[in-house]
């Protein structure tokens, strides 16, 4: 098999990038390892920057988004039983975001990728990515049967170009020699226990909460499904807590003056699971033909709700800079993709590591470590200034 883009992994960067390239003529082969079922229903996250509901809009994958999207004009930080609204348009310009689940893009791209695009091949794991120094990269991979055994039999997909979308646990990140490789990371003492539950979100916009008992984040999938994180021991196994438990420590994370009668709703929890949470980059994000976007090069907590909007950046920055190849011959734009990208991911990383730690209270907090956070929260509570620097890191930066 030979194809201009080889693509490994179908999560929202590789079907992105698939997407945009078939829409400039380019022929891709995406190669995901599980089967379509888990891949449309592995639960992540659901927040859209400005910037990726117009790209997905763009790219013909936005009819549902617009029909089943929530458009959220803030959120509300709650700390010391003090309630702050962020007005996102006021402090940007305009700029919101919308509520629409990872699952959901995922989905829209996959069937439009089976309906209108090349090759997607599920069940299909790349092994490995070869000579990406030369001008024939290739993709070694396994087929494997729909019982998912070693029956596969082992094949190779020569490129012109490979992008790894292969997420943190990928192996295009191992085609990088570790001699030009940089990895700079923080891993965190916590994690995030998250339960989907049947019952309407008790708060119209998200909810991020900053307790003495730790972190806890209300938000939602639709007018009548919620979703909600509690910030848990990072080795927290999900089946140690009852429902019952998680409603009882979310309400108490969620407390609000006395006088003020807001209530959390409780409803049956259909899915409870435990999300590590990890700050990581790997630098350069390109070695020879092999391109690396999304969770293959870089991982943030999801504090900030960033994961998928800088995959989507990345791969945007990709299809831009090779149809600007492809057109002109002129390489610069292939040549500045790292450093393009990696603008961007850091201001990323840069603003997730500031909501995490700004919010969760990690073993070991000092009286000293308590009152930083609150002054932090206060600040953004008493200066726009402050308001503004949340605001529009939380809506997006711009594409370059
Ligand atoms: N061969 C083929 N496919 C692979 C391989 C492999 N060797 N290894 C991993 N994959 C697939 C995974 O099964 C997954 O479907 O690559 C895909 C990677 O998708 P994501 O992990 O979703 O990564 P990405 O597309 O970069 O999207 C980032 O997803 O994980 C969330 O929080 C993250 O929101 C962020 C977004
Ligand atoms: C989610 O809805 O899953 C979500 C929202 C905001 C975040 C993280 C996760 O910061």
Redesign the pocket.
Known sequence: MHTTVGI?????????LARLLHNAGVDSVV????DRP??EQ?Q??GILEQGTADVLRAAGAGARLDREGLRHDGIELRFDRHRHRIDFPGLTGGRTVTVYA?TEV?KDLVELQLTEGGPLLFE????AVEDATTDRPKVR?VQRGAQGGASGRESVLTCDYVVG????????RKAVPTRVSRVFERTYPFGWLGILADVPPSHDELVYARHERGFALLSMRSPVVSRLYLQVPADTDADAWSDEAVWDELERRFETAPDDDWVLHRGPVTAKSVTPMRSYVHEPMRHGRLFL?????H??P?TGA??????VG?VVTFARAFTHFQSTGDPALLDAYSETCLRRVWQAERFSYAMTTMLHRPPGATPFDDRIQLALLRRIATSRAAEQDLAECYTGFPFE
């Open positions: 490994i992994g179908a999560g929202p960067a590789g079907l992105l190669l995901e390892s599980r888990y891949v592995r992540r996250a990872q995922v299909t794991e790349a092994l991979f979308c292969d997420g943190f646990w990928g192996v295009s976007a999304g969770d293959a090069a991982i943030v999801p960033k994961g998928l909007n800088l995959a990345d």
